[in-house]
């Protein structure tokens, strides 16, 4: 199951970056299952990984190319069936073996290259059959490739996820395009399970870390599916300045503005692709929590309607069991929260205030807020001028099957 439209939108190429999708036999014969990404030499690099300390060997890897090749890689390498994580050293032997490889196919050092890899966690990556693709993936480079690299990421998705923006500035025309995976174990707490974008706009470096860490946290941060966080989550933001424009290297400016205005359609877009994507998801839901005293105290309250399996196996039914809503808000540990202040609605029906059902409120009205697929939970907690939002899907049979016959 999934939310919504599963076409791919057109994905502009971005010059000066070229990809390749191949199939390595990693899990499953003949998928496409390696990504090969190429970069024009002086292309700039900014990235966030997972907070989860059993990160996975290409994680580790990968930040320490990035520090070693002073943010400027030359190569992405990508491979899904296989998470490499809790490997050990010699994960981290073999994440290395395989950017040597790529190192000595397209003669650049092995610290230009980083490595990600997403898939089972607890199983020795085979290195060898990655390698042994690389030929295959080095020629199927191509400026159009973003499609099939999309297609090429994918683990429990249902679906591929991609985003494209053109914009012109200043006589200049720049684009900024994204591809994403990731189904289930989804509550990034940096970024998401796999995320790239790209840019021909050439950005300064340290600009372009503060922005993507700035987006990352208003949108794929905001999103969750089961409340895990994953061994090997990156997000990958790419400038190759092929667009010809002097660097941006200022918070400030038209050039600026329009070129974070279209990286963050393209997270957005991104991120809500993920939930709407979720493993057996049947609902996609927003979390909308206002009027609280900070903007931790929303989330808290949004984060545990969002986790709350109560709840979402509520929203899988179409039930409007707003009493689980009370319950979750209530224990979010908000201090010396005026329960008789808070105000419940779904899809604009007001279900509950003055710490009871809306005398207005009809079983009826609730059952029609919840029976579409897309719902808005709003919580005004009255404490306060802060608001957040979160992003998340319903619980289903099909999240339990998943996950159950994940490995089988």
């Not at 998928?31 to 907070?51: H, Q, S, Y």
């Not at 329009?258 to 057996?280: F, I, W």
């Not at 205030?353 to 207005?360: D, H, Q, T, V, Y």
Request: aromatic share 4%; proline share 5%.
């Amino acid at each position: 199951m999934a939310v919504g439209s599963g076409e791919l939108p057109a994905l502009h190429p971005v010059r000066g970056l070229r990809l390749g999708a191949v199939s390595a036999g990693i899990k499953t014969p003949g998928r496409k299952d390696l990504v090969l990404i190429e970069l024009e030499p002086g292309t700039t690099c900014a990235a966030v990984f997972t907070r989860n300390a059993f990160c996975a060997a290409p994680v580790t890897v990968a930040r320490q190319h990035l520090q070693s090749c002073a943010g400027q890689p030359r190569y992405l390498l990508v491979n899904t069936g296989n998470a490499n994580a809790g490997t050990g050293v010699a994960g981290l032997a073999a994440a290395r073996a395989c950017t040597a490889a790529v190192a000595a196919a397209v003669q650049v050092r092995a610290d230009e290259v980083l490595p990600f890899s997403t898939g089972v966690i607890g199983e020795p990556l085979p290195a060898q059959r990655l390698c042994a693709a690389l030929p295959a993936a080095v020629a199927a480079l191509t400026a159009d490739g973003w499609a099939a690299a999309a297609r090429g990421i994918l683990t429990t998705d249902t679906r591929p996820k991609g985003q494209s923006v053109r914009f012109t500035c200043d006589g200049r025309d720049y684009v900024v395009t994204g591809i994403a995976k990731g189904a289930g174990m989804i509550r990034p707490d940096m970024a998401t399970m796999l995320a790239y974008l790209a840019t021909d706009a050439a950005v300064a470096r340290p600009l372009l870390q503060s922005m993507l860490a700035e987006l990352a946290e208003v949108t794929f941060n905001r999103i969750t599916v089961d409340g895990d966080t994953s061994t090997n989550d990156a997000c990958v933001l790419l400038a190759t300045g092929a667009a010809g424009n002097p660097p941006v290297t200022a918070a400030s400016g038209p050039l600026y503005e329009a070129l974070r205005a279209a990286v963050e359609e393209v997270c957005v877009t991104l991120a809500q692709g993920l939930v709407r994507d979720g493993e057996g998801a049947s609902k996609f839901v927003t979390v909308q929590v206002n009027g609280g005293g900070s903007e931790r105290e929303c989330l808290d309250v949004a984060y545990t309607i969002a986790h709350s399996p109560l709840v979402k196996t509520a929203l899988f039914a179409s039930d409007p069991n707003w009493g689980r809503l009370l319950a979750a808000i209530g224990r979010a540990g908000l201090p010396d929260l005026r329960v008789e202040r808070v105000a419940v609605y779904l899809n604009e029906v007001l279900i509950a205030e003055n710490g009871c059902r809306a005398a207005s409120y009809t079983e009826e009205q609730g059952a029609a807020a919840m029976a579409p697929q897309e719902i808005v939970i709003r919580i005004e907690l009255q404490r306060g001028a802060a608001s957040a939002a979160v992003w998340t899907s319903d619980l289903s049979y099909d999240y339990v099957r998943i996950n159950a016959e994940y490995r089988t």
